[in-house]
């Protein structure tokens, strides 16, 4: 008989614990006249992050149809880098960023770009890259297929 009890018991709080799980994914917020369900904790998903000699962890975020979200750190000289975004033809945009701090530190940098493809089917890359104070021809490249 006690064997059962405990049996009992361990599995009321298993199916409990279950529901319990179950409402916290589908947390219900109750407003005056309506229910609404919050989405389920995102999955796992994994950012890529690119890098070189002279930027890392650099990530794109699209934040729309033809607006990405660009973040990172650079160990640039002076703090200042440019860019280009190209589509295997033509040079469809370019600009330079600033990090929050010059080399030898690594500074952080966060902005963002408008552009759109001239043609359906090409693919757009985004380069950073350093002027050299030199020559300047571009250095450290560091190419970024945008999604």
Not at 43 to 55: A, G, W
Request: positive net charge.
């Amino acid at each position: 008989m006690k064997r059962i009890i405990l049996l009992l018991i361990i599995l009321f709080t298993a199916c409990n614990k279950k529901d319990k799980t179950t409402r916290e994914a589908q947390e219900i917020i109750k407003t005056s006249d309506t229910v609404q369900l919050k989405k389920a904790a995102p999955s796992n998903t994994t950012v890529k992050k690119y890098s070189n000699e002279r930027f890392r962890n650099v990530t794109v975020e699209k934040v729309n149809n033809d607006k990405f979200r660009i973040k990172g750190e650079g160990q640039i000289f002076e703090a200042s880098f440019n860019w280009t975004v190209e589509d295997g033809h033509d040079e469809l945009k370019k600009g330079y960023e600033m990090t929050d701090a010059g080399a030898p530190e690594w500074g952080k940098f966060d902005f963002t770009l408008d552009v759109a493809k001239n043609r359906e089917n090409s693919t757009l890359t985004l380069i950073l890259f350093e002027i050299s104070a030199k020559d300047g021809s571009r250095q450290y490249q560091l190419p970024i297929v945008l999604f």
